[in-house]
């Protein structure tokens, strides 16, 4: 959803983030689909403030989805709470505004310290500047507890639910046994 900066009152504008707001549903599905997650709900609210050209972003995100368990296959629920907080400076070309190329430069020097980013032209894209902040929540592998035992690699039982009565050296590999079977399965 691009906004115009222009469009943004004085007094900021205060968003609703939910289901009922077309481009927030289409950025989380984009996104969760990308990695194979199930969006189920999310609710937050996104507070966009502007000095001068300046724009500050505040608010947080709710998200639950479906993921499966890296380890057991097993579909579960999580739920994130992602902080939105985001400053976002205009980007000025040095052939248009050659007296802002040291102030910009000095910018990028402590953009790494804070959420500093910049925008280009007269308009923000809200769906890619929040889009890529639920990217940066999202954890780098779903287990469906820290304890989660797996698959047993030769008999394909979840050790969560029983025990099975294969060699115990197999439980070390249990990780890779969701693998294997995803490999073999039929679909
Ligand atoms: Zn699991
Ligand atoms: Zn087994």
Request: hydrophobic residues 35%; charged residues 25%.
């Amino acid at each position: 959803m691009k906004l115009a900066i222009e469009s943004i009152p004085g007094a900021g504008l205060d968003l609703k983030l939910d289901d009922k707001t077309s481009w927030v549903a289409d950025m989380v599905k984009n996104v969760l689909m990308r990695e194979n997650l199930i969006p189920e709900k999310y609710a937050g609210s996104l507070r966009i403030g502007k000095v001068n050209d300046n724009i500050h972003l505040d608010g947080s995100l709710n998200l639950v989805f479906k993921s499966s368990c890296h380890r057991c296959l097993k579909e579960f629920p999580f739920s994130l709470d992602i902080p939105l907080n985001m400053n976002l400076t205009p980007q000025y070309h040095s052939d248009e505004e050659p007296s802002f190329q040291s102030k910009q430069e000095e910018l990028e020097l402590n953009a790494d310290d804070l959420d500093f980013s910049f925008y280009d032209g007269h308009e923000i894209n809200l769906s890619d500047i929040v889009g890529e902040q639920v990217v940066l929540a999202l954890p780098p592998v779903f287990t469906c507890s820290e304890n989660c035992k797996g698959l047993c690699a030769q008999c394909g039982q979840n050790l969560n639910e029983v025990a099975c009565l294969c060699a115990p050296k197999d439980i070390a590999n249990a990780p890779w046994a969701a693998l294997k079977t995803l490999k073999g399965s039929p679909k």
